[in-house]
């Protein structure tokens, strides 16, 4: 936050302190929601069956319908993945199966757990990147709307969600299998045509969980 007047070294301090607090955060690696939660204003997000985002005429749209807010002081341009994580009293090894204690299934992604750490700091806060056309897609919007976090530049493709499949043994060592899903689909012209969003952002933060860009 800040007055529009912030000088850029204040801007980078504020950016800094969200870094460390999202540290925090990314601990866990999750976040926990309270499904209960009505959305604060956050709009649905948009379709991105070929990898592209709708164009802006059409998110313009999608901001009509869910009412007049102010612009993202923070952006986020990331991943959003499930976490299946299974706690086991050790990890098997290869071919073998053993009995499991426990299993949680948690909303997670480098990026969105930024977007959610920003968001309950009091910033407003918007997020690009993709999720599936499954149903942890459509949950993990309704998540999203419910800590606060805009997303018209969230958009769903056809396919999966992004998945990590993680493996936790009784001493906390761990397996770790990802699946990037929808992720693969954050491409230059899928963020470029989100272009107004982040623009009028004073802070965007981003990870390395999405497509990396074509060498020049």
């Not at 204003?41 to 102010?70: I, L, N």
């Not at 086991?88 to 426990?102: A, F, L």
Request: charged fraction near 15%; proline fraction near 7%.
């Amino acid at each position: 936050g800040g007055p529009r007047g912030t000088p850029p070294v204040m801007r980078a301090a504020s950016a800094v302190g969200l870094a460390v607090l999202w540290a925090h955060v990314s601990v866990l690696g999750v976040w926990g929601l309270n499904a209960g939660r009505g959305g604060r204003g956050a709009t649905r997000g948009r379709r991105a069956g070929d990898g592209h985002a709708p164009g802006r005429g059409q998110r313009a749209a999608v901001m009509a319908a869910g009412g007049e807010r102010e612009g993202a002081e923070v952006v986020v341009v990331g991943s959003a993945n499930v976490d299946l994580v299974f706690s086991t009293p050790r990890i098997p090894g290869v071919g073998e199966t053993v009995v499991g204690s426990g299993f949680q299934q948690l909303w997670g992604g480098k990026g969105c757990n930024q977007a959610v750490a920003a968001a309950r700091l009091g910033a407003r806060t918007a997020m690009v990147g993709c999720v599936g056309s499954d149903a942890y897609g459509e949950s993990y919007l309704r998540q999203l709307a419910a800590e606060g976090v805009e997303t018209s530049g969230l958009g769903q493709a056809p396919g999966t969600t992004g998945l990590a499949c993680v493996q936790v043994g009784a001493a906390g060592e761990n397996n770790i299998v990802v699946v990037p899903g929808a992720n693969a689909h954050v491409s230059l012209p899928y963020v470029d045509a989100c272009r107004d969003i982040i623009e009028g952002a004073r802070v965007v933060l981003v990870q390395n969980e999405i497509p990396p860009p074509p060498p020049p």
